[in-house]
């Protein structure tokens, strides 16, 4: 059982007395390839880390939940069958999941409940999708209801959009609804359709490195880039007169034959998705091909892109890519999530992950005087119960 889980199961204990009917744990994610394509019907490959959100539930009959996060030490309570809204706290991702549970039509028991995680908060790596899957599959069990996976995710992602409000793609939730251990997950963002691909060759890890720079990508930044994608569908497909309902639906070649129809930047942010899109379909092809050191390639030309183009990177990312691309055994490295600050993703031969963490420690530390949070991780199961 992982440490994570008894101490929510300990918790529980101390804050409930009795143990919980229900453990759910719910992992984070780091996204491999395809950045900012989710929004743009395009391609992403994440992986499900171990890092997880643990709720740790037991019925009650009164009709309320109360929850307590441990990371916040505090507590909601509300009716699981009264009407909600939004009070802009940590205690929106969990009663948006309850208040899309009520408009499917479910009438809901009441529970307490703990949350504990381990999922680092503002890095990037889908904290909140991991604490929306957590809650929405541990509501399943305590009312004995049945959901796909797929659909879990797509409840959570109306929770966020909805009730917390942000304006987020389907990615974060599917990935740590849907992932399989050892594995990363090649997801179609326009019909859902995905596939399960092996983290192929045995001593390859996923090293994360957390840049210590809160995540600078506001909301209007994001919405900014957000309305650059769909501007430049629209004149894309006034442009060429055909049926272009996002970038997903345009090819490098067409962009440079109409590219006049679109302002500078609006050129290179479609530029960005549109050959980030070809590179994740790419870079599938390698990882089960084997070649990692293709795939590593294709890292590099995903965080220039996303640099130069898409400009939602950072020196202190640059400066971690570059850190990495220079010690022996690092097949590729690039910024991941949404934006600016978080972290990077490092794909990295077992015997070179401690030359990698000391070329961090020293140098990044040296040039920025901060210090980097590394994490070494596997890939693991979506949403699952452990007991």
């Keep these: 059982m992982n440490p994570i889980v008894v101490q929510a199961q300990v918790a529980f204990e101390q804050g409930f007395s009795g143990e919980p009917d229900v453990l759910v744990q719910a992992p984070g994610r780091v996204n491999l390839i395809g950045e900012h394509t989710d929004y743009n019907a395009g391609f992403v490959f994440p992986a499900a880390i171990d890092r997880w959100v643990v709720f740790a539930a037991r019925k009650r009959e009164d009709g309320r939940a109360v929850i307590r996060s441990v990371a916040h030490e505090d507590e909601i309570s509300f009716g699981v069958n009264e009407p909600l809204e939004p009070e802009k706290n940590w205690g929106d991702y969990a009663k948006g999941v309850v208040r899309e549970f ?26 909140s999708a991991a604490v929306e899957m957590a809650v929405g599959k541990g509501i399943l069990e305590l009312n004995g209801l049945d959901m796909s996976g797929p659909d879990l995710a797509l409840l959570g992602q109306r929770a966020e959009n909805q009730f917390v409000g942000v304006n987020c793609g389907i990615m974060d939730q599917f990935v740590s609804a ?3 251990a050892g594995h990363a997950l090649f997801l179609d963002c326009r019909d859902l359709s995905f596939e399960q691909v092996p ?28 309305s650059s994608c769909e501007n430049g569908a629209e004149h894309m497909a006034l442009a060429t007169g ?4 996002a970038l997903r639906d345009v090819t490098l070649d067409m962009l440079d034959v109409y590219r006049g129809a679109l302002s500078e930047t609006v050129l290179r942010r479609c530029r960005h ?9 790419k870079a599938v092809d390698l990882l089960k091909a084997g070649d990692l050191e293709g795939f590593g390639g294709l890292m590099a030309d995903s965080h220039a892109s996303l640099r130069d183009d898409y400009e939602v990177s950072g020196k202190e990312l640059d400066l971690l890519v570059e850190i990495a691309q220079d010690v022996p055994g690092v097949y590729g490295a690039r910024r991941t999530g949404a934006g600016f600050g978080g972290c ?7 015997e070179a992950v401690e030359d990698l963490v000391a070329a961090m ?6 040039e920025t005087h901060l210090k980097p949070e590394m994490y070494i991780c596997t890939a693991v199961n979506g949403a699952e119960c452990v007991q």
């Design 361 to 366: 420690e020293s140098r990044y530390e040296k």
């Design 242 to 245: 055909q049926d272009i309902q």
């Design 273 to 281: 998705v549109i050959a980030e899109i070809e590179r994740t379909r």
């Design 199 to 226: 983290l192929t060759k045995e001593g390859v890890r996923i090293v994360i490195c957390n840049s210590g720079v809160t995540r600078g990508l506001t909301n209007s930044a994001y919405n900014d880039r957000r």
């Design 102 to 127: 009520q408009k499917l039509g479910e009438s809901l028991g009441g529970f307490d409940a703990v949350l504990v995680g381990d999922v680092p908060v503002g890095a990037g790596l889908s904290s």
């Design 178 to 180: 849907n992932a399989r």
């Design 344 to 350: 990077t993703v490092n794909l990295v031969r077992e």
